[in-house]
């Protein structure tokens, strides 16, 4: 889907909110996930919907358009923020095509770390991209936020081909990164590893 979204046709909202209500028995909440669900100028209106279901909303982002995360929290419209930090903020352009706002991730940081609502930081353990001085420079970024998630790079998951040919941290890398942002945040999980 992400390589080639046009061969996809769009699932029609209301045929999606008709199978979630029906299935309200079974589910409390969804996720919206991407490519980046900020970006879509219908999601602030698709959220109250689910919302008028009564179903709990997770949301994955990037975190680089907190107007968007700031105008959905003040609206209540999510009950959990899971933002990804790939990298420092000031090496996110070498990540992206398009230009990144750096001010605009550090302003995300800042929102969630004040959030009402429940908040992850996640940040995938790619040897190029992390390693124990990126972990310090992040937590110092993190300190005092709730949850931050370390997790295992998997290298054939990678759309990037260059990283699919890379090793992954042993376990016991990954757990000295987890002993290390401990010293920042309240709480940290490993996954993956």
């Not at 909440?29 to 602030?44: C, Q, W, Y």
């Not at 919302?51 to 995360?69: A, E, I, R, Y």
């Not at 890379?166 to 016991?172: F, I, N, R, V």
Request: proline share 7%; with cysteine.
């Amino acid at each position: 889907m992400v390589l080639e979204p046009q061969t996809f046709s769009d699932y029609p909202v209301s045929e999606l909110l008709a199978d979630l209500q029906n299935r309200r028995l079974f589910i409390d909440g969804v996720v919206i996930s991407g490519g980046e669900p900020t970006l879509d100028a219908g999601l602030p209106a698709f959220l109250r919907q689910l919302k008028k279901l009564g179903l709990q909303v997770k949301l994955d982002t990037n975190g680089l358009l907190p107007q968007v995360l700031e105008e959905l929290m003040e609206e209540q419209l999510l009950d959990y923020l899971a933002i990804d930090l790939k990298t420092l903020p000031e090496r996110y352009p070498e990540l992206h095509s398009h230009p990144v706002s750096v001010p605009n991730l550090l302003k995300t940081i800042g929102l969630a770390k004040i959030a009402p609502i429940e908040v992850e930081f996640r940040t995938t353990c790619v040897p190029q991209l992390i390693d124990a001085e990126v972990i310090d420079r992040l937590g110092e970024l993190l300190r005092g936020a709730p949850l931050w998630v370390l997790q295992q790079f998997v290298p054939e998951h990678s759309l990037d081909e260059t990283w699919q040919g890379l090793d992954a941290y042993p376990t016991s890398t990954i757990e000295k990164f987890g002993k290390q942002a401990e010293n920042y945040v309240e709480k940290v999980i490993l996954r993956g590893s």
